[in-house]
């Protein structure tokens, strides 16, 4: 009978220079490949890095704006009073993201917004705000609005959910 252990995770490959029909020190089958790494002074592959990361400019000294994050649900009276729907006040029952940011001294044609998956960058002349968001949301779906009396930037983003409501 087959059993599993800590050693079956991952891949069952030998380290580098190491060759199966050479050394059976080594529980691989014969025939088994090698693996062999990049000779490349890389830490990460471009596919491990996370979205947004070369938004992160360490030599820009524009400030971080103020900034926040509200989550929000669709809730009616069939939610509300009789809870037929299921939902729940978890961030999991949630249906779009609102974030508020605080621009100063900003004007409307001055911001550049670029809203990835799980990434939001906001750039003006005087600020630059990367974001992390906390939930995959629809980029292409979004809406923004400028409102000049409070000088902040509303940004509603639908989120994404494989599964739920």
Known sequence: MARTGPGDIGTN??????????DQSFPFPKGCLTYKKKKSKNIW????????????????PRPQPEYD?????????????????????????CDSMLIRVKLPDTKT??????????????RT???????????????????????TERE???ITLPLSRSLGY
């Open 45 to 60: 592959e471009d596919e491990e890095v996370t979205e947004g990361a070369h938004f992160d400019d360490l030599n820009d």
């Open 69 to 93: 994050v509200v989550l929000k649900q669709s809730v009616g009276t069939e939610d509300l009073f009789l809870g037929l729907s299921g939902k729940d006040p978890s961030s999991m029952s």
């Open 109 to 122: 044609s001055d911001v550049v917004l670029d809203v990835k998956e799980t990434f939001l960058s906001l």
């Open 152 to 154: 902040e930037l509303e």
């Open 13 to 22: 490959l030998p380290p580098e220079g190491k060759n199966n029909n050479e």
């Open 125 to 147: 002349p005087k600020y630059k705000l990367g974001l992390h968001l906390p939930h995959p949301v629809h980029k292409q779906e979004g809406s923004a609005r400028f409102i």
